[in-house]
């Protein structure tokens, strides 16, 4: 008997709780702009690429401490998952780190949201091998190409070069859903299938730490894990040109040099006095955050026309 | 004869030391791969393990990252689990158990329900983002995540406390019957004091389970960077295995170390439920002896 008066009161007291929590959460932006001095509030919700979250995630930290009314909340589900919320109209705002699909367009056009694109940062897409590999030091595109792309034999470091190891390549590669893996399909692959023997994960660590296990095993991921994992793995040179903050941010790391996007609500942007504050901050404190979680800034002009393309959103 | 029969104990002798040995093996493997898990991540996560790992919110900085919001969260988040699941649950036990006839369909409902508590987690995260989070209008928020795991859970609570009406014994129903009790009488002075203590066990085991799984929460899109505290149910909000999970997948290897101490902080949690569910069996065990 006693024991049920004491289920009943967790019961009892749960409840109380939900209860007390309650009220306050319908409360935005109006309340406060009633007032005199004025104060930003509201909740925005954002969702996209793991590859901008950490960028992401030191512009609403900053932000925090600037406008501690306004809660920022950001998912880590994917571009593709990022862009389904987005046309979804669950998010106000989605991070990509790859240019907005046709049919993603299409989908947004049914559902009636108009949207901005904005750059905020350079990630260089890095190819890497192990340590110990002390043959592929430089890889044109063309033979990236034949390496990645599946045509039914097993691809040796031989077919690449002859004077290379004749030992089979092992393979590692970010998951499909991943913003990497798009945008390595569309300068590498172009829709062909991607080799059949690949290791795929979502986790970049998985990749990082493959590689490193092995030989002969190659693979690639954003500048920021590469950055992280210096010292115990290999970037190759593509062309000629090494990976690194210049000549991924001049643009003559090709054609693996991408930039990462915010892409914003229009519709949001004009309601939501807080959701323009944070984009504008966003922009101005962009490049300081890049550097600081190993992307690469975008040139000062990059910022300004995105800062422009805010604007002309009324 | 004599000897056949020495041979023969001999042979038995030697079946029972091997699978002595053989079950000994097996216990001991399994103690040490985990004391290899709580090794690995002790050693990582300990130094960690600081004031300002439940003070502070996510951050950039490995050393100044914490479980604040998460931590909150994942309380918030059991603050609906457990009076939705536990009231559902025991609930459709009782009616199953003593209300409904004895039938084709509610033996099929029954085998349903042993189903669903097999079914991976995902399916539910899916049913939840459809029910709870878009045709409910719940979004992302503690009440649309709760009722996702309520779901999640419910087969085990009910399958669990079957068990435990089940095993009270008829003769006591009867006794009370006899003395005049009406039915509902009987379930709250007889049958519940007697058979709450395994169902706490069942149910604090599933909130265990609650409180650990990730992909559900994936599913319906719970954000990580979050730097504010749950204000309501239906505030957004982050929990510990999201955040963990985050941190597991950074480049940084100083974000590692900050995943094992969320790690230890989780392992904490459950162990003390744990701990709970043996405390009420024992309880409960002791009541039914006296």
Known sequence: ?314 | MDNNLLIKTNRRIVKDSIMKWLFGTASFLLIVLIAFLFYGIGADGVGRLNLSLFTNFGSRFPEQAGLKAALVGTLSLMAVVIPVSMFIGICSAIYLEEYAVKNKWTAFIEMNISNLAGVPSVVFGLLGLTVFSRALFLGNSILAAGLTMSVLILPIIIVASQEAIRSVPDNLREASYGMGATKWQTITQVIMPSSIGSILTGSILSFSRAIGETAPLIVLGIPVIIQFLPTGPLSTFTALPMQIYDWAKRPQPEFADVASAGIIVLLVILVTMNAFAIYFRNKAMKKLQN
Request: proline share 3%.
């Open chain 1, 1 to 314: 008997m006693k024991n049920v008066k004491t289920l009943a009161a967790i019961g009892l007291a749960c409840s109380i709780f939900l209860a007390a929590c309650g009220g306050n959460d319908g409360s935005t932006g109006k309340s406060a702009s009633a007032k005199e001095d004025f104060v930003l509030s509201g909740n925005l919700a954002g969702d996209g690429s793991s590859t901008v979250a950490p960028i992401m995630e030191a512009l609403v930290e900053e932000y925090a401490q600037a406008e501690k009314d306004v809660k920022v909340s950001v998912g880590v589900s994917g571009t593709g998952g990022g862009f389904e919320k987005f046309i979804a109209g669950e998010t106000d705002f989605s991070n990509a780190s790859r240019p907005i699909k046709d049919e993603e367009k299409e989908k947004l056009d049914d559902a009636g949201v108009e949207y901005t694109e904005l750059k905020i940062a350079f990630d260089g897409l890095t190819i890497v091998v192990n340590k110990e590999n002390d043959w592929a030091k430089n890889l044109t595109v063309e033979d990236i190409e034949k390496m990645w792309v599946e045509d039914g034999t097993t691809k040796k470091w031989s077919d690449i070069d002859p004077s290379w190891p004749e030992e089979e390549i092992i393979f590692y590669a970010p998951g499909t859903d991943s913003g990497t893996y798009d945008y390595f399909n569309e300068v590498i692959l172009q829709d062909s299938d991607l080799v059949k023997s690949a290791t795929l994960s979502e986790d970049d660590n998985v990749l990082v730490t493959g590689i490193k296990g092995d030989k002969n095993a190659i693979g690639f991921f954003g500048y920021a894990y590469y950055d992280a994992n210096k010292d115990s793995l290999n970037a190759v040179s593509i062309n000629d040109i090494e990976p690194n903050s210049k000549t991924i941010e001049s643009g003559e790391y090709e054609p693996f040099s991408r930039p990462l996007f915010v892409y914003v609500s229009n519709a949001a942007l004009k309601e939501k006095e807080a959701l323009r504050n944070f984009m504008d901050f966003v922009i101005d404190n962009s490049a300081e955050m890049a550097d600081a979680v190993g992307y690469v800034r975008l040139p000062v002009t990059e910022y300004d026309e995105a800062k422009k393309q805010l604007d002309s959103v009324k």
